[in-house]
């Protein structure tokens, strides 16, 4: 999906460039550090590169897209802030072919368009679910957004299959089994637990408040956050049932202990 965005990006820039709107180039590539990077991509990316272990596909995946994003952006600032652009090339934390930015020759891009319509619906769930976390964080019954508890609910048949196709495992496990750990509702949301109830009753079951109704929404799904059940990871800080379930790694819950185990043995 973010390298979809990115192409759309790329043609963008060169377009107004080429007409010489260089103010249109400079909101574009800000809006997508912005919107598209600053407020999404990185901000679920965290996991993947922090809490995966270093040769994970889920984490290898994501640097690449990174390093093709970083690279891109560097040379589509260049012609408006040469200086910046120059200081990014020259710190890379891998060799590229050409010592400075000017040589390396223009962004391109061909990647397509990845689900748009579908990841736009997500997006607007997000938003609805972070509207419900902070009015959870207001009342003090989370602090960080991965104390909580998320219940969704939808009349849509078709935004409940689409939601239902992003669900994880119930738990946290040392290798997981309905996801692929990226395209994973729990992650997207940056929520612990993620669950999708029959009613909007249900939804705001026991949560004091801290909820979004269908009505004011921009999804159409109505929202509860509640505390998440479990406890808390002291590696990745998710909530869960089975963290200390791991023999000698006590604290860690299973994902972690699979990363943790081998280097653990590794040292001695």
């Known amino acids: 999906y973010i390298l979809g965005r990115y192409t759309e990006l790329v043609a963008e820039v060169s377009d107004a460039f080429a007409s010489y709107q260089f103010f249109r180039a400079s909101q574009a590539l800000l809006r997508f550090a912005t919107a598209d990077l600053s407020s999404f991509y990185l901000d679920i990316a965290k996991d993947r590169l922090y809490i995966s272990a270093a040769d994970d596909a889920r984490r290898r995946s994501c640097q690449t ?13 260049a012609p408006i802030l040469p200086h910046m652009a120059e200081d990014i090339w020259l710190n890379l934390p891998y060799d590229v072919p050409c010592k400075s930015v000017f040589q390396d020759g223009w962004a391109e891009a061909d990647y397509p368009s990845h689900q748009a319509e579908r990841w736009a619906k997500v997006l607007l ?22 104390d909580s508890r998320v219940r969704i609910h939808t009349e849509d048949e078709e935004l409940a299959a689409l939601l239902a196709s992003l669900m994880g495992d ?6 997981p089994e309905l996801s692929n750990e990226v395209d994973d509702l729990r992650f997207v949301l940056i929520a612990s637990q993620v669950e999708l109830v029959g009613s ?7 949560c004091d408040g801290t909820t979004v109704a269908a009505a004011e929404s921009l999804s159409g799904c109505s929202v509860g956050v509640s505390k998440a059940e479990g406890a808390k990871c002291e590696r990745c800080w998710m909530y869960c049932n089975t963290v200390n ?16 185990g081998p280097a653990t043995k590794f040292f001695g």
């Open 200 to 206: 909007a009753e249900a939804a705001f079951e026991n």
């Open 245 to 260: 379930s791991v023999p000698d790694l006590p604290g860690l819950c299973p994902r972690c202990a699979n990363v943790v």
């Open 170 to 175: 119930a738990e946290l496990k040392a290798v």
């Open 65 to 77: 897209v990174l390093k093709v994003i970083l690279e891109g952006m560097a040379k589509m600032m």
């Open 125 to 146: 769930l997000r938003d609805d679910v972070n509207k419900a976390m902070e009015l959870a964080r207001a009342k003090k019954t989370i602090g960080a957004s991965l």
